[in-house]
């Protein structure tokens, strides 16, 4: 049986090896300019309280990586950045920590980034091994705000040793929230439909993460890891899921109740403002983080997150929202041509 830190490894190179996709399903959106935005650049406000903190911008690092030496480093630059520009991260699943204690070192993004809101991560069918006590030890070791739950049924599937029996995992998330720390349920990479995430609401999760398929595609790199008679089976498979803008549609009608994260294929802040006037509170980048820090190193992460935070201010600007909450109520098209 592969070791989970072994796996996290491996994905991470492939991901690392993979071309990011030409177009995304936000392009088809355009915020409707206003020429009399009748505010001043300089003092548009792109911060947002949530979770107890304050963000320089509605920015997340989304959950990468944990529990190897290599995961340490990235772990603690991502922290870093996100220290440095005042946004928020995940670690990346903390099963291995779960299994072994001894990698809990991989995890402690908090000896650098002191103030961020950080939340830690598991997958939900993982949940159902272990006791809210172990998920809350979870979460505390590594001084996490909450914790981010990862819902990858057509990962697992095409994963070498996946565990593919989903049954009762909706239970265990409503048993789950009862923790005294915000749990967010996320999906990575194959969007999430109204019908999910209304059950999941149900639960009385305080936020969905829902990465459409236009980013990193789990079930091309898990048919890549796996091979044989997978590798075709996954060609088959590979366009699976909702884009993030069908998902954001999907769940326009909740956005008011709960808060929704952006996330899937994100590069830029124009798309992140989208994404806000959509209905999400907050946007994260996953794959572009760490491809800019593995190939360009630390100093081009923090470049990378103010660029975008300040391509979601001039969007701002040019839609006339002089805070996040205008922002939200910005009106916009779709056009389907594109
Ligand atoms: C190498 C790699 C490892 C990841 N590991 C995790 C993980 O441990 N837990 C999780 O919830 N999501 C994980 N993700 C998914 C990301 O958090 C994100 O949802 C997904 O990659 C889509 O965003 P992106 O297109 O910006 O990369 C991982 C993504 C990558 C690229």
């Known amino acids: 049986m592969e070791k989970t830190s072994d796996r996290k490894l491996e994905q991470l190179q492939i991901a690392l090896s993979h071309p990011f996709p030409a177009g995304h399903s936000l392009d088809k959106v355009t915020l409707t300019p206003r020429l009399l935005p ?58 291995a920590m779960l299994e072994n204690l001894n990698l809990m070192y991989t995890y402690q993004v908090r000896k650098v980034a002191p103030g961020i809101l950080l939340f830690g991560n598991i997958g939900a069918v993982d949940l159902k091994n272990y006791s809210n ?16 739950v990862h819902l990858n049924p057509m990962q697992e599937v095409f994963q070498e040793d996946g565990r593919t029996d989903f049954s009762g995992v909706l239970e265990r998330i409503r048993e789950l929230v009862s923790i005294p720390y915000p749990v967010i349920i996320r999906s990575i990479g194959c969007g999430m439909d109204s ?8 639960t009385g999760v305080a936020g969905i ?20 008679s997978y590798y075709y089976i996954s060609e088959t498979f590979k366009n699976w899921g909702l884009t993030l803008l069908q998902s954001l549609m999907e769940l326009k009608e909740i956005s008011q109740r709960t808060v929704i994260i952006a996330t899937g294929g994100i590069s830029n802040g124009l798309q992140g403002a989208k994404a806000i006037a959509l209905g999400a509170r907050l946007f994260s980048i996953g794959r572009i ?41 910005a009106s916009f098209f779709i056009d389907d041509r594109h």
């Open 38 to 95: 009748e505010i001043d650049f300089d003092e548009i406000d792109t911060s947002v309280k949530i979770f107890d903190h304050t963000l320089s911008a509605p920015i997340l690092i989304a959950p990468l990586t944990g529990g190897t030496p290599e995961a340490e480093k990235i772990n603690l630059a991502l922290g870093r950045a996100a220290h440095a520009t005042g946004i928020g991260m995940s670690v990346g699943s903390q099963k």
């Open 133 to 148: 006590d172990e998920i809350e030890t979870l979460i505390s070791n590594i001084q996490a705000d909450g914790i981010m």
């Open 195 to 202: 019908v999910t995430a209304k059950r999941l609401l149900q």
């Open 209 to 228: 993460d829902v990465a459409g398929k236009d980013g990193t595609n789990w079930i091309e790199l898990e048919g890549e890891r796996r091979g044989g």
């Open 289 to 329: 983080a760490l491809y800019t820090l593995i190939n360009h190193g630390e100093k081009a992460l923090v470049e990378l997150i103010e660029r975008i935070k300040l391509e979601l201010k001039i969007a701002m600007f040019g839609v006339g929202a002089k805070n996040i909450k205008e922002l939200q109520q």
